[in-house]
């Protein structure tokens, strides 16, 4: 069926960042496409557009739609398919057009995630329209006959412990000659970096409360007529004459009280000219410096007085920081506290924000008395909320950003990554983003509990997805501890079964499997250059005295491919081999075989269970 075009198609669109929602038009033009490209979409895309009107779809998901199509609309198999109607399409069809789709993203995009998310629109698409009109029955499950290449790859998210510090080593280079040694090691560095960042986030929290007290006791500060007179004076000579001189302490703090008395209505304005000669005194910045403790939320003195509902975005920061790293909740689940959460009004308290992405809640966190930083952290923002209503503000964010607050709207701070790298800065922190300190806090609790006890705080419906978070560098770690570990158990072994009267009795170790196996990063240039033949290291000292320097422990997706594949062909092979040759086999293939069935076992067993089922059944 070849359905008429409509020249443009409007879908509207919505994207919100940090509680901020932003909208835009995704429009679809069909002068842009080859002619009958989109006989049986366009009706798709009008459906699109309508149910936009009433609830907007994601931004970025309809950018990649408009992408795709352009990309697949230039393929001979995607017009096999348009011009053919939707009713008659065959499960050949389909799978021979993302065959060629998905072969032409990998030459032109290349295999990251943006052709994974491209390769999800259309598939997508084609397989909602033809499960629903094919009369091919087998085009009800096409994704059981075809298997996607273009597929976003976990890699895992970075921790605060990946990014260099001078006065900690990288986690991914911390030495090991155990993996009881190695998981004490990842544990105080993963400790140290939080710790790091509480300390600073408890500091500045600190210092604004002692601002706030020194600027409520010049509000309380009782001003004699005659200092008054006096200050009034001095404040009328600046503004006509100008002074060079630097005021003395007390006159500085009698001038502040007076600045806050006619703000509050409670005194007389000083009488300056529009345009004073000189507005301030000299040393004035010093002073306010040190009675703000060095929280700057400005640069004249208008602003440095409204600290109380205005504080610097360092002090915001350190709130959701010390909350993030007590929940482990995502940012913007902190960003989302409402204000009747930060009551402490019995123990313990039940923390719970929601998830905007999904709009769940998240998981329970209880607040004990003894949790002192998170108690601090609530007091400070249940302050300053209320004296943003007291204000006069309706609704305010209870992270209502200080220009926001200044003009009576309460709107939240944008633009939390900037403050956050300042903040790294200006204390001495590894410079990270705000969802790296949750993974810290998961890889923590990975680390010192278990994957269950991370999974449980993070929220996730399965240890799968826990491990996506922590797996890049703390799980292949402490697997490749494992793997090293057992090289020198396998080893000790091995002389212990060759002649059991010469090991001593520290090395009669059992040979079980803890780990996968390793690689060479220098086959070319071993430590020793005798070990050399033809032009590569004969690889005989590789699991002797320690282990070479130039081991590679690895555990990655192509290694588990490869034991399970090895495995395959010994049991395809092994008999045979045995009966051809049966030194041969004892010498060269008996190790391997052996070796490689302790890892499969092991591999079964572990956290990449499912990625060796899944090269296990193909």
């Given at each position: 069926?070849?359905?008429?075009?409509?020249?443009?198609?409007?879908?509207?669109?919505?994207?919100?960042?940090?509680?901020?929602?932003?909208?835009?038009?995704?429009?679809?033009?069909?002068?842009?496409?080859?002619?009958?490209?989109?006989?049986?979409?366009?009706?798709?895309?009008?459906?699109?557009?309508?149910?936009?009107?009433?609830?907007?779809?994601?931004?970025?998901?309809?950018?990649?739609?408009?992408?795709?199509?352009?990309?697949?609309?230039?393929?001979?198999?995607?017009?096999?398919?348009?011009?053919?109607?939707?009713?008659?399409?065959?499960?050949?069809?389909v799978l021979a057009l993302?065959?060629?789709?998905?072969?032409?993203?990998?030459?032109?995009?290349?295999?990251?995630?943006?052709?994974?998310?491209?390769?999800?629109?259309?598939?997508?698409?084609?397989?909602?329209?033809?499960?629903?009109?094919?009369?091919?029955?087998?085009?009800?499950?096409?994704?059981?006959?075809?298997?996607?290449?273009?597929?976003?790859?976990?890699?895992?998210?970075?921790?605060?412990?990946?990014?260099?510090?001078?006065?900690?080593?990288?986690?991914?280079?911390?030495?090991?000659?155990?993996?009881?040694q190695l998981t004490k090691?990842?544990?105080?560095?993963?400790?140290?970096?939080?710790?790091?960042?509480?300390?600073?986030?408890?500091?500045?929290?600190?210092?604004?409360?002692?601002?706030?007290?020194?600027?409520?006791?010049?509000?309380?500060?009782?001003?004699?007529?005659?200092?008054?007179?006096?200050?009034?004076?001095?404040?009328?000579?600046?503004?006509?004459?100008?002074?060079?001189?630097?005021?003395?302490?007390?006159?500085?703090?009698?001038?502040?009280?007076?600045?806050?008395?006619?703000?509050?209505?409670?005194?007389?304005?000083?009488?300056?000219?529009?345009?004073?000669?000189?507005?301030?005194?000299?040393?004035?910045?010093?002073?306010?410096?040190?009675?703000?403790?060095?929280?700057?939320?400005?640069?004249?003195?208008?602003?440095?007085?409204?600290?109380?509902?205005?504080?610097p975005v360092e002090v915001?920061?350190?709130?959701?920081?010390?909350?993030?790293?007590?929940?482990?909740?995502?940012?913007?689940?902190?960003?989302?506290?409402?204000?009747?959460?930060?009551?402490?009004?019995?123990?313990?308290?039940?923390?719970?924000?929601?998830?905007?992405?999904?709009?769940?809640?998240?998981?329970?966190?209880?607040?004990?008395?003894?949790?002192?930083?998170?108690?601090?952290?609530?007091?400070?923002?249940?302050?300053?909320?209320?004296?943003?209503?007291?204000?006069?503000?309706?609704?305010?964010?209870?992270?209502?950003?200080?220009?926001?607050?200044?003009?009576?709207?309460?709107?939240?701070?944008?633009?939390?990554?900037?403050?956050?790298?300042?903040?790294?800065?200006?204390?001495?922190?590894?410079?990270?983003?705000?969802?790296?300190?949750?993974?810290?806090?998961?890889?923590?609790?990975?680390?010192?509990?278990?994957?269950?006890?991370?999974?449980?705080?993070?929220?996730?419906?399965?240890?799968?997805?826990?491990?996506?978070?922590?797996?890049?560098?703390?799980?292949?770690?402490?697997?490749?501890?494992?793997?090293?570990?057992?090289?020198?158990?396998?080893?000790?072994?091995?002389?212990?079964?060759?002649?059991?009267?010469?090991?001593?009795?520290?090395?009669?170790?059992?040979?079980?499997?803890?780990?996968?196996?390793?690689?060479?990063?220098?086959?070319?240039?071993?430590?020793?250059?005798?070990?050399?033949?033809?032009?590569?290291?004969?690889?005989?000292?590789?699991?002797?005295?320690?282990?070479?320097?130039?081991?590679?422990?690895?555990?990655?997706?192509?290694?588990?491919?490869?034991?399970?594949?090895?495995?395959?062909?010994?049991?395809?092979?092994?008999?045979?081999?045995?009966?051809?040759?049966?030194?041969?086999?004892?010498?060269?293939?008996?190790?391997?075989?052996?070796?490689?069935?302790?890892?499969?076992?092991?591999?079964?067993?572990?956290?990449?269970?499912?990625?060796?089922?899944?090269?296990?059944?193909?």
């Amino acid at each position: 069926m070849i359905v008429r075009l409509l020249p443009q198609i409007a879908v509207h669109t919505q994207m919100k960042v940090h509680q901020r929602t932003y909208k835009r038009t995704e429009v679809f033009d069909s002068r842009l496409f080859p002619a009958r490209s989109l006989a049986w979409v366009w009706p798709q895309l009008h459906e699109l557009g309508r149910r936009s009107r009433l609830s907007p779809e994601q931004d970025q998901e309809m950018r990649y739609l408009q992408r795709g199509l352009r990309i697949a609309s230039k393929l001979k198999t995607w017009m096999d398919i348009a011009t053919t109607r939707p009713e008659d399409v065959v499960l050949e069809q389909v799978l021979a057009l993302f065959n060629e789709y998905e072969d032409n993203l990998v030459t032109t995009v290349g295999d990251n995630n943006s052709s994974a998310r491209l390769s999800g629109s259309i598939r997508n698409l084609v397989e909602r329209v033809v499960k629903k009109h094919s009369k091919d029955a087998r085009t009800s499950n096409i994704r059981q006959h075809y298997r996607v290449r273009c597929v976003i790859r976990s890699r895992g998210r970075a921790l605060l412990s990946d990014v260099p510090h001078p006065a900690r080593p990288l986690i991914k280079a911390l030495p090991h000659e155990s993996l009881s040694q190695l998981t004490k090691e990842t544990t105080a560095v993963l400790s140290w970096d939080l710790e790091q960042f509480n300390r600073a986030a408890v500091a500045v929290l600190r210092r604004y409360e002692l601002a706030l007290e020194n600027v409520q006791l010049l509000r309380n500060l009782r001003i004699a007529p005659a200092d008054g007179e006096s200050i009034r004076n001095k404040v009328l000579r600046l503004a006509y004459v100008g002074d060079e001189q630097n005021w003395s302490a007390e006159e500085l703090q009698t001038y502040v009280a007076l600045e806050l008395e006619i703000r509050e209505g409670k005194a007389q304005e000083f009488g300056r000219p529009e345009y004073p000669k000189q507005r301030y005194p000299h040393n004035l910045n010093d002073y306010m410096k040190g009675l703000l403790c060095g929280l700057s939320n400005g640069t004249t003195l208008p602003f440095w007085l409204d600290i109380e509902i205005a504080p610097p975005v360092e002090v915001l920061l350190s709130c959701a920081l010390i909350i993030q790293m007590k929940t482990a909740w995502n940012f913007i689940s902190v960003l989302e506290l409402e204000p009747h959460m930060l009551v402490a009004d019995k123990f313990p308290l039940q923390l719970q924000s929601t998830k905007p992405k999904t709009k769940d809640k998240t998981p329970i966190v209880l607040i004990e008395r003894s949790d002192e930083e998170v108690l601090l952290a609530l007091k400070v923002l249940r302050e300053r909320y209320q004296r943003l209503i007291l204000s006069g503000i309706q609704g305010p964010s209870v992270f209502a950003s200080s220009r926001s607050a200044r003009s009576g709207k309460g709107d939240a701070v944008s633009g939390w990554d900037s403050s956050l790298k300042k903040f790294c800065r200006t204390y001495s922190l590894p410079t990270c983003s705000a969802e790296m300190v949750r993974n810290q806090v998961l890889a923590y609790r990975a680390t010192t509990r278990s994957i269950l006890s991370a999974r449980s705080t993070a929220g996730h419906l399965s240890e799968n997805t826990t491990l996506g978070y922590i797996n890049k560098i703390l799980v292949q770690r402490l697997n490749s501890a494992n793997s090293f570990e057992f090289d020198k158990r396998f080893d000790a072994t091995v002389h212990y079964m060759i002649d059991p009267k010469r090991v001593a009795k520290d090395q009669k170790i059992l040979a079980y499997p803890i780990g996968d196996g390793a690689s060479c990063k220098s086959p070319s240039q071993p430590p020793k250059q005798e070990w050399l033949v033809d032009g590569a290291c004969s690889g005989r000292e590789c699991h002797k005295n320690g282990g070479c320097p130039n081991r590679k422990i690895v555990i990655d997706l192509a290694r588990i491919e490869e034991v399970v594949r090895t495995k395959r062909y010994y049991d395809a092979n092994a008999i045979r081999l045995l009966n051809e040759n049966e030194a041969a086999f004892a010498a060269d293939h008996l190790p391997n075989l052996e070796f490689n069935y302790a890892l499969f076992g092991l591999l079964k067993r572990g956290p990449y269970r499912h990625l060796v089922k899944r090269f296990d059944n193909e």
